[in-house]
């Protein structure tokens, strides 16, 4: 079965530093996002692409992190400079184009910044 | 502004059936989900409803749609150990956006 692959799964990083995850959808998947978990909720969307292009970064911190998807596959998520308030899962999704389409997700990426 | 709701802990005895709620705000939501987190994992989609359903019953999950009252509840039958996880109920409107709510921790008791 198909499955959203993220990596690294566990990263720890001291404040100030940068650091990067990345995502590779399901196949075919047009659609990728990355949601943001802190602990004891449930996941909020930063970024949503279509292809290369993004659609939706409204909740995007723009000023310390950055999202790309250059040839519409597999995608980086960085933050520079990293803030102890970053500490969270970061979770992949992907999904077919069209709205009614589900949304499957990866393993994850916990951040703890110390 | 759109919002999830979910009561935050279920504890049910093994075999007995759970039923999970959940209220939304949005009533433009076009799709309902059900996703279950484990532990230190991402989310795995169980089932979801289409808003102009009312129930949907996919082997042990039943999932029940009160459009008008904004009510979604997910009900597990001959609930075992292994379903002790996190519920998550999350809706999605035409923005493609899903919006999700805190979750709900079932434990299963043997």
């Known amino acids: 079965e198909a499955e959203v692959a993220q990596s690294p799964r566990y990263k720890i990083t001291e404040k100030s530093q940068a650091v990067a995850f990345w995502c590779d959808p399901i196949?075919?998947?047009?659609?990728l996002y990355w949601y943001r978990q802190i602990l004891g909720q449930g996941p909020e969307l930063l970024v949503q692409?279509?292809?290369?292009?993004?659609?939706?970064d409204s909740q995007l911190p723009k000023d310390r992190f950055s999202a790309e998807r250059l040839k519409g596959v597999d995608s980086t998520l960085k933050i520079q400079p990293a803030e102890l308030g970053d500490s969270a899962m970061y979770l992949c999704?992907?999904?077919?184009?069209?709205?009614?389409?589900?949304?499957?997700f990866g393993p994850g990426t916990r951040l703890t910044v110390t | 502004g759109e919002d999830v709701e979910q009561s935050l802990f279920l504890s049910v005895r093994e075999g007995d059936s759970s039923v999970i709620n959940c209220t939304y705000t949005?009533?433009?939501?076009?799709?309902l989900y059900w996703y279950k987190q484990e532990p230190g994992a991402g989310l795995q989609l169980l089932t979801y409803?289409?808003?102009?359903?009312d129930m949907k019953q996919d082997q042990r999950l039943t999932v029940l749609l009160n459009k008008k009252d904004k009510h979604l509840s997910l009900r597990i039958a001959d609930t075992q150990t292994g379903d002790s996880a996190i519920y998550f109920c999350?809706?999605?409107?035409?923005?493609?956006?899903?919006?999700f709510g805190s979750g709900t921790r079932l434990l299963v008791r043997p």
């Open positions: 999704a992907s999904s077919l184009q069209g709205a009614k389409n589900e949304q499957y």
């Open positions: 196949s075919g998947h047009a659609t």
């Open positions: 692409f279509q292809d290369e292009s993004v659609v939706d």
């Open positions: 949005d009533s433009s939501s076009t799709y």
């Open positions: 409803i289409f808003s102009n359903m």
């Open positions: 999350a809706t999605k409107a035409s923005s493609y956006k899903l919006i």
